[in-house]
């Protein structure tokens, strides 16, 4: 099982950055997906979420109306897109997988990719 996060970098407060999560070794289609960020000294937080089946959505209230979560079941991948970057949205960004089957629950986690907001 893997997840490997790309796309982040650095972005002037105000700019836009995307960042993708490829999934492999799992059956994508099946798990809801999901970012996380942690910030230097903070706990990790749940950013924004999408079901599968349903594609339904749900955000942190800190990111509603900025970022946007999608997924692509045919590229195996989870996308992130944030839009009027905050210097607070500064963290680690991971990608997490999650499913839970007749009493077992599927957990899995990318390595993180940076995203810093700063002028």
């Known amino acids: 099982v893997q997840l490997v996060e790309s796309g982040g970098g650095l972005v002037q407060p105000g700019g836009s950055l995307r960042i993708s999560c490829a999934a492999s070794?799992?059956?994508?289609?099946?798990?809801?997906m999901s970012w996380h960020r942690q910030a230097p000294g903070k706990e990790r937080e749940l950013v924004a979420v999408?079901?599968?089946?349903?594609?339904?959505?749900n955000y942190a209230d800190s990111v509603k109306g900025r970022f946007t979560i999608s997924r692509d079941n045919a590229k195996n991948t989870v996308y992130l897109q944030m839009n009027s970057l905050k210097d607070e949205d500064t963290a680690v960004y991971y990608c997490n997988a999650k499913r839970s089957t007749f009493g077992r629950q599927y957990n899995y986690w990318g390595q993180g990719t940076q995203v810093t907001v700063s002028s």
């Open positions: 070794g799992f059956t994508f289609s099946s798990y809801d």
């Open positions: 999408i079901t599968s089946p349903g594609g339904y959505t």
